[in-house]
């Protein structure tokens, strides 16, 4: 059994994954959209697990990012715990559906909903003035029904390709 080859490749996708996850962190997405043309074209990986892989990179980047959020104490709980209460259930959906999907398929329709999401953020970055940080304790949710059904699909999407939400909430 060769044994460095293997240890080579675990690096080199570890280094590669956080890599991704900083600078994804450092622009506001999760990083899934760099890993998976990675694990699926380098490392020749199936649809499935490229998205387990590239989810579970991007929910230990997500931890982090909420620890940092909450003691700076900027996080909405109220909307937090709605948007949370539906991403997850959205989120094994969308992998139970990835299974029903070919690899081949699968490197079909990302390309398209990566472009898609990029021409969105796009959009509405010009569309919208930049926020700032509000800490105050307003915990109001507004459009609850809408807030609802993106978060659901947000987590479908999310866990089908194995990327963030946060291109999906950028369209919202």
Avoid: C
Wanted: proline share 3%.
């Amino acid at each position: 059994m060769h044994i460095m080859p293997i240890l080579f490749s675990i690096s080199a996708v570890f280094l590669f994954s956080m890599i991704v996850a900083v600078i994804g962190n450092i622009i506001g997405i999760g990083g899934g959209v760099m890993l998976l043309p990675f694990f699926i074209l380098y490392l020749h990986l199936n649809s499935m697990t490229a998205s387990g892989l590239s989810l579970f990179t991007i929910v230990l980047s997500t931890i982090g990012g909420t620890f940092a959020f909450t003691r700076q104490r900027i996080i909405n709980y109220k909307l937090f715990f709605t948007i949370i209460s539906l991403i997850i259930p959205g989120v094994v959906v969308g992998s139970v559906a990835n299974k029903f999907v070919n690899t081949q398929e699968f490197k079909e329709i990302l390309p398209i909903w990566v472009i898609s999401i990029g021409m969105f953020s796009l959009i509405t970055a010009k569309r919208q003035p930049v926020k700032e940080i509000n800490n105050s304790k307003n915990d109001s949710i507004k459009h609850k029904n809408l807030t609802r059904l993106v978060s659901f699909l947000s987590g479908f999407i999310s866990g089908f390709f194995g990327v963030g939400i946060g291109g999906v909430y950028d369209i919202y």
